[in-house]
């Protein structure tokens, strides 16, 4: 497990357990946590993506970037820099006070130090209609932009309510906006989605992928609102942090000489299409994987586990999902990178009780280390059942039954099945 990126109870309701003092302190350790940029490799080859599967995808668009500082921002710099590439109608970048890299490539005067006891730069929108060959080099870019920012004034405004992208004003600038897209801060992730789905933008965003079991975003994966983009190279995503010092980064998170921190449970996030999504997953009949599988856990055996609460089989591995089953199957959420919707139907998860054929009274959980405590988690997990205890194996005994339950399931179905015959 890496570095935790989403500290969900930093930004929950008031609570009356939680002291002030402690509450401050958590906020501004989930903020701390939701500092970190992502290269400008990693958004061109996402963005390359859907221009593959439509070059329009752009062309006479607003795209708005909300959580990000013109000019340091690599998605600022992105659309900037390919703003007549992709044949934009507008770029807005609007930047969040308080931002440790505001003003750190571009000296405007809104980043001024105002006085030593409050030396945080504004925050402040940009908006740019043309770029144009500013240097006369015969080709227009980021330079072009740079120079054209520094010298009109007017493309800058100043945000009174701190560029929050709930604030009023970036709200406006939301409602101008076809398509967002950034980096958002991940401890605000549920709202983040929600407002932009309440005003119907397009978005490219990046997200935590364990936010897909997020009760708020399931739905929307199951009902083709959400889906993943094209992913970052080989699931591996790198970004820049300020202050590494002290972070209590898991071993081979952060490397010292890039200055970069590696997550893995990172994801693109979008509502826009792109080729990966109807690439068909290549899969074997449920015969050849229980003779030919790569994996141990399926090889061999006379059938896929059932699971003893839903009416599905428990398929442990995106590749081993058999060609020919016509029921429902539980699928890891790794299933979601491959996911392409004229292939699969998404049924629900764990969590959607609806499906459930068994619920349980009160469990006896025995952990690894064989300590048991008096839970319920197993109406809120897949169950399946085993003849005796299982070695190394967190597992439950409810009456005189014993179940096993493997992390976090998507339930699917095969749309079109290869039944022989
Ligand atoms: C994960 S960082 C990504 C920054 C940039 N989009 C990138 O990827 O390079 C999230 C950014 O959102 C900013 N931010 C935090 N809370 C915000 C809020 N409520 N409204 C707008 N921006 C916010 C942070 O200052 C930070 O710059």
């Known amino acids: 497990m890496i570095f935790l990126l989403c500290n969900n109870s930093a930004v929950s309701p008031k609570s009356e ?11 501004a350790k989930a903020a701390k946590e939701d500092e970190f940029y992502t290269q400008y490799g990693d958004i061109q080859q996402e963005i390359e993506a859907y221009l593959e599967f439509d070059s329009d995808t752009f062309r006479d668009r607003v795209v708005y970037c909300n959580c990000d500082d013109p000019f340091e921002s690599n998605f600022f710099k992105f ?28 000296g405007l005067p809104e980043f001024e130090v105002v ?36 010298q009109n004034p007017h493309s800058r405004t100043k945000l009174s309510g701190g560029g929050d992208f709930r604030s009023n004003e970036c709200v406006e600038l939301l409602r101008q906006a076809d398509i967002v897209v950034t980096n958002p801060p991940f401890s605000l992730f549920r709202d983040y989605v929600a407002l932009l789905l309440e005003h119907g933008v397009k978005f490219i965003i990046v997200g935590p992928k364990n936010a897909v079991t997020y009760k708020e975003i399931f739905p929307l994966i199951r009902d083709s609102k959400l889906w993943l983009g094209s992913g970052f190279a080989n699931g591996n995503a790198y970004f820049s942090i300020p202050n590494a010092q002290g972070r ?4 081979g998170v952060y490397n010292e000489e890039t200055g970069l921190v590696k997550f ?16 068909e997953l290549k899969l074997m009949t449920i015969e050849d994987n ?29 590749d081993a999902i058999p060609a020919d089953y016509e029921g429902m199957m539980g699928v890891p959420i790794t299933f979601l990178d491959r996911y392409n919707p004229e292939q699969f139907e998404i049924l629900g998860y764990e969590h959607s009780y609806s499906l459930h054929v068994r619920d349980y009274p009160a469990q006896i959980q025995v952990d690894k280390s064989g300590k048991r405590s008096k839970v319920t988690k197993l109406n809120d997990a897949c169950a399946i ?3 005796s205890p299982p070695s190394n194996q967190t597992y439950y005994i409810v009456g005189d039954e014993l179940f096993i ?7 699917i179905r095969n749309r079109k099945p290869q039944l022989q015959g």
């Open 17 to 27: 357990s939680v002291p002030e003092g402690l509450r401050t302190l958590s906020r």
């Open 385 to 387: 059942k085993v003849e």
């Open 248 to 251: 209590g980064f898991a071993d």
């Open 115 to 150: 006085s030593h006891s409050r030396p945080r730069p504004h925050a402040i929108s940009v908006v740019i209609d043309e770029v144009n060959d500013v240097t006369g080099d015969g080709s227009t870019g980021i330079e072009d932009v740079r120079l054209f920012l520094e």
């Open 264 to 279: 893995r449970n990172v994801g693109w996030f979008t509502n826009l299409d792109h080729g990966r999504r109807h690439e």
């Open 79 to 106: 659309f900037a820099a390919n703003f007549n590439r992709l044949g934009l109608k507008r770029l807005i970048s609007t930047s969040y006070d308080g931002s440790p890299i505001a003003g750190g490539q571009l």
């Open 405 to 411: 339950a493997p992390y976090k399931r998507i339930f």
């Open 290 to 318: 229980l003779r030919y599988s790569k994996h141990k856990e399926i090889r061999g055996k006379l059938g896929y586990d059932r699971y003893d609460n839903f009416d599905a089989i428990e398929v442990p591995f995106v």
